[in-house]
């Protein structure tokens, strides 16, 4: 069975450093992985979505890796901003169907 | 193009009762899959419809189901309310072919059950 973990669970930087969020999984044969945002008390805002043949992909300040061996993903985020925090979610689709296994979540805060 | 709408927003229900939520999909998605999220057990899949076929279901117990119109638009019925099921309830849409099963959520449905 699959379990995706994220720790740490609540992180709070200065405005302007770069961060690391991290996911692990333990089942490496993942068809996909994709990260999410949430905002308190709303849906989820997908982020990135990296296939199992890719090792990162890019959008913006957000570059996000993916080690299929070692089980785990990371989020980088540059030049945090206020409008960053955030809980930030990681998603494994093992099957290649629509079904995901998420990760308890990364809650970040970013301090003006 | 519009996102993913859910209906209500907001409920709040008495044990034993039940509910339906709502879920139009993006247009042009033919999957919608609905999650349960709360705060002990974190975002859990419940199942996942497609061309109104249930094609993959969660380990949730039967007083759950759903169904798919024939617009992709999908209903979850919850029967029997338990207070444990109070939660954010999110659907999200894909286009349920090809290789890419990218989810997008909608705003989620806040169920209260008193």
């Known amino acids: 069975k699959q379990e995706v973990t994220q720790i740490p669970a609540a992180l709070s930087v200065p405005e302007g450093e770069n961060l690391v969020l991290n996911c692990s999984f333990t089942?490496?044969?993942?068809?996909?992985l994709q990260w999410f945002r949430q905002d308190p008390g709303k849906g989820l805002t997908s982020l990135l979505l990296i296939q199992s043949s890719q090792r990162e992909q890019t959008s913006g300040r957000l570059n996000a890796s993916l080690d299929k061996s070692s089980g785990r993903s990371t989020l980088y985020i540059a030049a945090s901003q206020p409008g960053d925090s955030a809980t930030y979610l990681c998603?494994?689709?093992?099957?290649?169907?629509?079904?995901?296994?998420f990760g308890t979540g990364t809650r970040l805060t970013i301090i003006p | 193009k519009a996102g993913v709408t859910q209906t209500p927003r907001y409920l709040i229900k008495t044990r034993g009762q039940q509910v339906t939520l709502s879920c139009s999909p993006i247009s042009g998605h033919r999957s919608v899959s609905w999650y349960q999220q709360t705060p002990g057990q974190g975002l859990q899949f419940l199942f996942e419809y497609f061309s109104e076929t249930q094609r993959n279901k969660g380990n949730f117990p039967g007083r759950f189901s759903g169904r798919q119109f024939s617009n992709s638009r999908s209903e979850m019925n919850v029967s029997t309310l338990e207070l444990g099921d109070s939660a954010l309830y999110l659907c999200?849409?894909?286009?349920?072919?090809?290789?890419?099963?990218?989810?997008?959520f909608g705003p989620g449905t806040r169920l209260t059950v008193t």
């Open positions: 089942d490496s044969a993942i068809y996909n």
């Open positions: 999200a849409s894909s286009r349920g072919t090809g290789d890419l099963y990218e989810q997008y």
């Open positions: 998603a494994v689709n093992n099957f290649g169907n629509e079904k995901l296994t």
